[in-house]
């Protein structure tokens, strides 16, 4: 798993760990089961704050890609096929937002396909 | 290859079956001078505290020799792999043969074995010593020391990772499925062992024989920008980190153990290597020191970006130059 960080980049830190961490899950670099490297681990290897890789597990375990156990870190539970599902979705919604839809009106289209 | 060196091979390859019958055949042969049971088993001050039949002794240290020959025989036409099974036949040669033969001076001509003379640990260490150099011996003329055989799989490869960026790579590997079924036995069978209260010399070859098995069920690896630490086994013990500054280029590479003489942590010339499995891995290039070898999955990503990060930094020197 390769995970990139770009300190100049506008997209915050965090969100480029998850990030990397959602690819390596659609490119079967990891699976369900395999354990994330620990918090501390990851932040000293990308010389980053501790809670900055923290927020970006938190985000994953929001989202239902990884889970926190006590002991064990940060463990991938989701099926690869509804990460990628979701990052469709995500790339989706920033289409929208970028021709100027608005919340309600990306419902409505969803809606409408459904 | 001259005759001579023919004949010393032939030796080294056939002698241990001749080895394995006189320690059958050398006990019964003289079995009238020797108590049965006889002394098998002595304290720390020498004094014998077990006794056995003579054909139990005769039968374990014949076999043991005998199936390590088989096994030596059946290797012998690959590479690498010949070395190792040859000094590990010659080290069971020596020992067993060591072992039998004090077994036997100590009892030779007593009525009981309660009257055996004294077998301290002493004359075990000489004899495991021994064993020891004569293993490394035959090891070293079978070809042990032979350079490093892993071929590079393409051009050192690129992760795409660019200056001003921070990346880490994280991977790991397992042994094949057999492997790690043969290391939970060995372990389930030293913990049984250990609670049946078997003997000490039992539950002990066990126990050293799990442990570096589970050593070797896996492994992790990390590439940060400044150096690959690589973690051994479920409990990441031995945990080794190899500093960015040293190496000059990594290679994606096809590891074959066998090629290596096995699993594990392997020396061959001018390189050590970490293998769980077979497949693919990666060559880190040091330039002055030997190179490293890691199976890992995934080893393009991690070749890619220490390569990156050397040529970030100037440090990179492409196969062909270096």
Redesign the interface.
Known sequence: ????????SRIPLHEQIATGVRRAIQEE?VGVG?R??AAR??A?????NMHTVLRAYAGLRDEGVIEMRRGRGAVVIGEVSRVQFRASLRAVVADARRIGLSDADILNELQGVL | MNDRAGASTKLLLWLPGVIAVVLLVAPLAIRDRLPDPLAIHWDLSGAPNGFGPLILIALVSSVAVAIAWVVFLRTYRVEMLQSHAGAMVWFLAILMGGMEAFTISANLDRATWQDAGTFGPGRAAVLVVLAGLVGFGVWRVLGGNMSDPGVAIGPAPSAGVELGEHAVWVGKTAAAKGFVGIALAITVGSAVAAVLRLTPVVTLSLVVTALPLLMFVSLRARVSNTAVTVWMGIFGVPRVSYPLSRIIRAEVIDVRPLAYGGWGYRIVKGARAWIVRRGEGIRLVRPGKADIVITVDGAAGAAGLINDVLMTEGRFVAADSS
């Open positions: 798993m390769l995970i990139k960080l770009k300190t100049d670099q395999d994330l490297p681990e990851l000293r290897a990308l010389d980053v």
